[in-house]
């Protein structure tokens, strides 16, 4: 089985901890292949910036269709999923909705510590319709950039907002964050302990749920709104990407 682990920032040092991450994750046999996007932001942070990286992951997306088995999107907005699980003829899960998602199995209520301003994560699990679920939010004052440059400093930040998320009533804390991925495996393995909670890697929880659904087979829809688009005329894209919009 092969999996991308696509990337929706244009940092290749944050793809690679994905990439590094989702290796741990994997069972044998499963093959990851990283990919960074050829344009937008070095680490996305802004609703505009978002929509960039939309095109251009779905352009990188269209370069892997029909190579790869399943598809995880390395990057915490779950940006361009619905679009994603559209065009691509395999399963197509988000970091983050894989994280909540197995948050709902571990308890009854989940919180999200982040890198920068945690509000947008509040619109992202309303999304997926699990705002019931979430306990809290917490935001740490560090950069992607900086976090991949001094995870020590990163993971002392971490410890207090997760602690305070467990204060909160949060049964597993989710590490949002595709600059985190590996971070829950360090901060479980460093605490003599063990953490007072589970901590949910996206990309890892990602891969395992991707697995799954590769395994179980299931048929690409024909109706409904995740149908493949067919015959759409389009301009300006990219070959793989225009193919997939008509139907090829």
């Not at 991450?21 to 994997?26: E, I, N, Q």
């Not at 982040?114 to 947008?120: D, F, Y």
């Not at 019931?132 to 440059?149: H, I, K, Y």
């Amino acid at each position: 089985m092969r999996i991308l682990v696509a990337n929706a920032n244009t940092s290749a040092a944050i793809t690679a901890r994905c990439a590094e991450a989702a290796r741990a994750a994997a069972a044998p046999g499963t093959e990851i292949v990283p990919a960074t996007p050829r344009f937008g932001a070095a680490a996305i942070s802004t609703r505009a910036e978002n929509i960039v990286a939309g095109h251009a992951l779905l352009e990188l997306l269209a370069e892997h269709a029909g190579q790869v088995q399943a598809v995880v999107l390395a990057v915490s907005h779950d940006t361009a999923l619905e679009g994603a699980r559209q065009l691509m003829p395999c399963p197509v899960l988000g970091m983050t909705e894989a994280a909540c998602l197995v948050a709902c199995t571990t308890g009854a209520r989940f919180g999200l510590v982040t890198l920068g301003s945690a509000e947008t994560y509040r619109e992202l699990v309303a999304r997926h319709g699990l705002s019931g679920r979430l306990s809290g939010l917490e935001g740490v004052a560090m950069t992607p950039q900086q976090a991949v440059a001094d995870p020590a400093a990163a993971k002392a930040m971490l410890r207090g907002a997760i602690g305070r998320l467990v204060e909160g009533g949060a049964d597993s804390v989710i590490l949002g964050g595709a600059a985190l991925a590996g971070m829950a495996a360090e901060l479980s393995a460093e605490d003599p302990q063990g953490p007072p909670v589970p901590l949910l890697d996206g990309i890892a929880c990602g891969v395992k749920l991707a697995e799954a659904l590769a395994g179980l087979g299931l048929p690409r829809p024909r109706a409904g709104s995740m149908a493949p688009p067919q015959g759409r005329v389009t301009s300006g894209l990219s070959g793989p990407l225009a193919r997939l919009l008509a139907g090829g």
